[in-house]
């Protein structure tokens, strides 16, 4: 049975950091892709950040420059350092991970960031 489970959420100020960890067990299949998005009651899950396999990253406009995505192929771990935080990355954050078997998802840690 594949399982996600993130850790490191939690409450900030504006312009600390925090740093969101993921580890998946019960892979079977290559994973491809492993990233993270965010949810914010009311809207849709948007994505924040991923990384594939040959470690290429792909950041949303609103957190380049803040955030980075980094894998631990070895562990299937994936992390986010996010820095500068702002009131507005306040989110539900979810790891995800694609693999040839099927997409997956965490269960889903909060960020909040008080202005």
């Known amino acids: 049975q594949v399982q996600l489970v993130e850790s490191g959420g939690g409450l900030v100020e504006a312009g600390g950091s925090l740093r969101l960890s993921c580890v998946a067990s019960?892979?079977?299949?290559?994973?491809?892709?492993m990233g993270w998005y965010r949810q914010v009651p009311g809207k849709q899950r948007e994505l924040v950040a991923t990384?594939?396999?040959?470690?290429?990253?792909d950041y949303a406009d609103s957190v380049k420059g803040r955030f980075t995505i980094s894998r631990d192929s070895a562990k299937n771990t994936v992390s986010l350092q996010m820095n500068s935080l702002k009131p507005e990355d306040t989110a539900v954050y979810f790891c995800?991970?694609?693999?040839?078997?099927?997409?997956?998802w965490g269960q889903g840690t909060q960020v909040t960031v008080s202005s």
């Open positions: 019960g892979i079977t299949f290559t994973i491809r892709t």
């Open positions: 995800h991970i694609r693999t040839l078997g099927g997409v997956y």
């Open positions: 990384v594939s396999r040959g470690s290429l990253t």
